[in-house]
C-alpha cells in the first residue's frame, strides 16, 4: 500500500513558539492532503483540506492564520502552528490520496506545547 | 461535523471472547471504513464496505453495514491483547473522511 510519513514524530516547544510538522507521500503523488487534530480520547478532527498549489480549504473553528497548510508538491504538505498555546497540544495526523482514491494516513506528529 | 457514533465508547471484554462495536451514521454514504489506532499511535486501516454490500470478512474481523438503518457493526472474533486499541468507523463525506467518536477496546488476559 501508499506510505505516507510525517516529521517529525514528536515536538516539544515553547509557548509563543511556531512549529512546522512535514506530511510526505513517499511513493506515489497526492493531488490532496487533509489535516487532522486528534485530542486525548477523542476522534480525529478534519482542520483543512489541501490541493497542491491551491490554497487550504479550513473546516470552521479551524483559525486558518494559526495554522498555516503548505502544499506546494505533489508529495509534500506543512503544517505550521504558529504562536502556539498549551491548548494546541495534541496529536496531529495528516493523510493523503490521489483523485478519486482512498487516503492514507501518515502515522501522526504528538506536539506538547509547554 | 462527526458523522458516525460509535456504541460502546469504551468496551472490556476477556481474551478469547468475541468484541461487537457498532457505528450509526447520518447521510447517505457511498462506504463506510473501519480503522484501528493503538494508543499514541496512527491509523491502521481495516476493512472498506461498500454501499452495496452487507458484509465482509477479513481474517478474525467481521464487519457487516445496513443502509436501512444506517449503521455498521464490526465483530472481532477470538480477541486477542493485541486487538486492545480505540476503534473508529469512518464515512466519506464528498472527498472528506469524517470519523466516528471510537470505541475504546481492553482485551483483559
Known amino acids: 500500500g501508499a506510505v505516507v510519513s510525517q516529521h517529525p514524530s514528536w515536538v516539544i516547544c515553547k509557548s509563543g513558539t511556531s512549529v512546522k510538522i512535514e506530511c510526505r507521500s513517499l511513493d506515489f503523488q497526492a493531488t490532496t492532503m487533509f489535516w487532522y487534530r486528534q485530542f486525548p480520547k477523542q476522534s480525529l478532527m478534519l482542520m483543512a483540506t489541501?490541493?497542491?498549489?491551491?490554497?487550504?480549504?479550513?473546516e470552521q473553528g479551524v483559525e486558518k492564520d494559526k495554522f498555516l497548510i503548505n502544499h506546494a508538491s505533489l508529495t509534500l504538505s506543512t503544517l505550521t502552528v504558529t504562536s502556539a498555546h498549551p491548548e494546541d497540544s495534541s496529536f496531529y495526523i495528516c493523510?493523503?490520496?490521489?483523485?478519486?482514491?482512498?487516503?492514507?494516513f501518515g502515522p501522526g506528529t504528538r506536539l506538547l506545547v509547554l | 461535523s462527526q458523522q458516525g457514533e460509535e456504541d460502546p465508547q469504551a468496551l472490556s471484554i476477556q481474551e478469547g471472547e468475541n468484541a461487537t462495536m457498532n457505528c450509526s451514521y447520518k447521510t447517505s454514504i457511498n462506504n463506510l471504513q473501519w480503522y484501528r489506532q493503538n494508543s499514541g499511535r496512527g491509523l491502521v486501516h481495516l476493512i472498506l464496505?461498500?454501499?452495496?454490500?452487507r458484509e465482509k470478512h477479513s481474517g478474525r474481523l467481521r464487519v457487516t453495514l445496513d443502509t436501512s438503518k444506517k449503521s455498521s457493526s464490526l465483530l472481532i472474533t477470538a480477541s486477542r491483547a493485541a486487538d486492545t486499541a480505540s476503534y473508529f468507523c469512518?464515512?466519506?463525506?464528498?472527498?472528506?473522511?469524517?470519523f466516528g467518536k471510537g470505541t475504546r477496546l481492553h482485551i483483559l488476559p
Open positions: 464496505i461498500r454501499s452495496n454490500e
Open positions: 489541501s490541493n497542491e498549489g491551491s490554497k487550504a480549504t479550513y
Open positions: 493523510s493523503a490520496s490521489r483523485v478519486g482514491e482512498t487516503q492514507y
Open positions: 469512518a464515512t466519506e463525506d464528498y472527498d472528506k473522511i469524517i
